[in-house]
């Protein structure tokens, strides 16, 4: 049985098309493998949302808006279906180091 994860990645993007694929990318390609991956996209007239679809990942959950509610209500939004202990953020033009969530729960379970 697999471990309830400890942290979600919570992720928001408005036409992220030019960074989208790295970012996600560096994000399934954590050290730390037991995370969800919140996407809220913000309504995308481009290509955003066919690239987040392409990766066949059951971590990563999509949530499309109806409307652009800007990027504060739309992690609003994301933080309130977030069910777990800690939250990583991160957003569509970054790119995550591949120990970062496992250097943070580390940190935050012998600190907090």
């Known amino acids: 049985m697999k471990n309830k994860s400890l942290i979600t990645v919570l992720m928001t993007v408005y036409n992220g098309e030019r960074f989208i694929e790295k970012a996600i990318?560096?994000?399934l390609n954590q050290t730390y493998t037991n995370f969800k991956f919140l996407i809220i996209d913000n309504k995308s007239i481009d290509n955003t949302k066919i690239i987040i679809k392409s990766f066949q990942d059951n971590r990563i959950k999509l949530?499309?808006?109806?409307n652009n509610i800007g990027q504060t209500a739309a992690l609003n939004k994301g933080l309130g279906l977030i069910n777990t202990k800690y939250v990583a953020r991160i957003d569509a033009d970054d790119i995550c180091l591949p120990e970062r969530i496992e250097k943070q729960i580390n940190y935050l379970d012998k600190n907090v």
């Open 63 to 66: 949530i499309e808006l109806e």
């Open 25 to 27: 990318k560096s994000v």
